[in-house]
């Protein structure tokens, strides 16, 4: 794809882009807006070091697009958006305050036309004090923190593979499966511990093996060493890390049933969703098993509060994927061409009511 500007942006179908340029810390602010169609576009704030302005627009028209269809598979009421700050290095303190004090100017410009979150790089403290800028912050009004989406993100993961494992094998029971979890993080982690709980046999692979190996000892599950996680025999295999991980390369070594985890952008290209089905492994695809956050976020701007309401919402993302393989099977398609009809549908259900 080019790294042209303008190409990029004439190439995209979505809404449109604000783009800032902050001189004082050399950084540039995008805020994509993608679809509107079912309410405000919302989504979280990435914050990172790019190899160019362009690469960092164009992660987040496609983080942005990503939300869309991750709001419209879920039926929830908001619109697909993403803010991207490329910054050319590690930013603290005042300088990192004053990048996001732009942003919420920005984004008081718009007038409640985006909502934003935590997203990699950025902190419950940053959406804290970009909260005393703008109202439209996620979960922050009468002043206090976010939530951890973490937690509810891997509550969904969890439900997902249970759902996956009952379509392949009847019923949701994980006790003796295993299931390797490709990072230990923010979702990693807990989604590994409710996967011991159920009786799973966790395999944990981390760039940092120390945190590997103390969350599979907090499992009762195994390590393996980072490099080895394609290769590796499991029932399911679970990407919580880094994006790209299905690809032409590892599609061939997998010796999983399964793919199922939180990692956005899972597929390196379209077409691994076709070489995951040809190899006879089910996909959960990612921007439906990993919804949990963004869901409960969702309900609670709604005023839900109550933590064993917002976990069976969440937990329905396993009933949402159970109908999504059933209706791949039947059109003998991907479990990906499957979520993206039902999110279209959303879409046009909304849009010829309007
Ligand atoms: P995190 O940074 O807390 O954890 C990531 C973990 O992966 C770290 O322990 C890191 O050491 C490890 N890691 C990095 N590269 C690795 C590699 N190549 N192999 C093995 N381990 C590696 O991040 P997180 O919040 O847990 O998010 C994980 C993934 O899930 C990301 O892709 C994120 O975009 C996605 N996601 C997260 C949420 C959420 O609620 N946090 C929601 C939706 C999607």
């Not at 979280?44 to 992660?59: E, K, N, V």
């Not at 996956?164 to 590994?192: F, I, M, T, W």
Request: aromatic share 6%.
């Amino acid at each position: 794809m080019s790294d042209d500007l303008q190409s990029l942006i004439d190439e995209w179908d979505g809404l449109g882009v604000v783009v800032s340029r902050h001189r004082e810390t050399g950084s540039w602010i995008f805020i994509a807006l993608h679809d509107a169609t079912l309410g405000r576009p919302t989504g979280g704030c990435r914050l990172r070091t790019y190899r160019s302005p362009a690469a960092g627009l164009r992660d987040a028209m496609r983080l942005a697009e990503g939300m869309t269809y991750k709001w419209a598979a879920m039926d929830f009421r908001y619109g697909g958006g993403k803010s991207v700050l490329a910054v050319p290095g590690p930013l603290e303190g005042g300088p990192r305050r004053s990048l996001l004090t732009r942003l919420g100017h920005l984004m008081n410009a718009l007038n409640g036309g985006y909502g934003v979150g935590e997203d990699l790089g950025t902190t419950p403290e940053d959406m804290a004090f970009l909260a005393t800028v703008t109202p439209w912050v996620a979960c922050t009004s009468g002043g206090g923190r976010a939530p951890d989406p973490g937690p509810f993100t891997a509550e969904g993961v969890h439900a997902g593979i249970e759902a996956a494992v009952a379509h392949l094998e009847g019923a949701p029971d994980l006790a003796g499966k295993s299931v390797l979890v490709q990072g230990v993080g923010d979702v990693g982690h807990p989604l590994a511990r409710l996967l011991g709980e159920s009786g799973a046999r966790v395999i944990a692979a981390d760039i940092d093996a120390g945190r590997a190996r103390a969350v599979a000892r907090e499992c009762g599950g195994t390590t393996v060493d980072a490099r080895e996680a394609y290769r590796t025999e499991c029932d399911v295999y679970a990407p919580c890390a880094i994006g790209a991980t299905v690809n032409a390369r590892t599609v061939p070594v997998l010796r999983c049933r399964i793919v199922a985890g939180s990692a956005n952008n899972q597929l390196e290209v379209p077409e691994d969703a076709e070489r995951l089905r040809r190899r006879g492994i089910l996909y959960a695809p990612d921007y439906v098993v990993n919804g949990g956050g963004a869901m409960a976020f969702g309900l609670m701007e709604q005023g839900i509060g109550d933590p064993a309401q917002l976990r069976a919402r969440v937990r329905s993302i396993g009933k949402s994927l159970e109908e999504i393989f059933r209706e791949a099977e039947a059109d003998g398609s991907s479990p990906v061409a499957a979520a993206h009809k039902r999110a279209l549908r959303a879409l046009r259900r909304e849009a010829s009511a309007q």
